[in-house]
């Protein structure tokens, strides 16, 4: 599987990429494979204050529904509205095109808790076993 080493991930199987005082945030593609073929996502509000941990958005699979949790803290700036018209894009780009939402952060120190590459694939193997 690839987790790009230039992202933070969560336990919870999210990725959070930093950029121009924003952090943008979408499903792992390990998420993405054990959820199969995405068919809806209900994105939150622009303004929308988000904490991490706490669920930011559903994402709905053939399989089940499922929450998307904040990897930080913050208010919600930017959504990827291409994903309501083709949700497929979590299961076909789920590291580019597939993106969810931009979060403005509040807690600069969050960034930090977050896991990196190796980190992540490591919780990964310790759950399979």
Not at 16 to 35: F, I, N, P, T
Not at 85 to 91: C, E, G, T
Not at 105 to 129: I, N
Request: proline share 5%; glycine share 8%.
């Amino acid at each position: 599987m690839n987790f790009p080493k230039t992202l933070r991930y969560a336990k919870t199987h999210e990725w959070a990429r930093r950029g121009d005082g924003v952090v943008v945030a979408g499903l792992s593609e390990y998420a993405q494979k054990e959820l199969s073929d995405v068919v809806y996502v209900e994105l939150p509000a622009i303004g929308k204050e988000v904490k991490q941990g706490q669920p930011c958005a559903v994402v709905e699979s053939v399989k089940a529904a499922f929450d998307v949790y904040a990897p930080v803290s913050g208010k919600v700036v930017k959504v990827n509205k291409t994903l309501e018209a083709n949700p497929s894009l979590v299961n076909t780009d789920s590291y580019g095109e597939g993106w969810f939402l931009e979060i403005e952060p509040s807690q600069t120190g969050e960034w930090d808790s977050l896991l990196d590459a190796g980190t992540y694939e490591s919780v990964l193997q310790e759950s399979a076993h």
